[in-house]
């Protein structure tokens, strides 16, 4: 038999110890982070359709847009210099 402070106290060490057991095997996830992607216990995306490869930019047959040149408010004429004499 064990005085109750020894029992609270030894139910509390074995507490702690599950609690410690599991952040430890938390951060082991977060410990390198030079873990390849291929070895992550988390993933990152969900591929729905990993065979299907997507290209960036917009879908083919999209109709294209071509901002408009923007028109000079101000019109300059190019100065004359005269040519050296040499």
Do not use: W
């Not at 060490?13 to 030079?34: G, K, M, P, S």
């Not at 879908?59 to 040499?86: F, Y």
């Amino acid at each position: 038999m064990t005085c109750p402070d020894c029992a609270r106290l030894l139910e509390e060490v074995r507490r702690l110890t599950q609690e410690n057991a599991e952040l430890r095997r938390r951060f082991a996830a977060y410990e390198n982070a030079y873990t390849p992607p291929s070895q992550r216990a988390y993933q990152t995306r969900i591929h729905t359709n990993s065979s299907a490869r997507r290209y960036p930019g917009r879908p083919r047959g999209h109709p294209g847009r071509t901002r408009p040149r923007p028109r000079p408010d101000v019109v300059k004429s190019p100065e004359r210099r005269e040519r050296c004499k040499g």
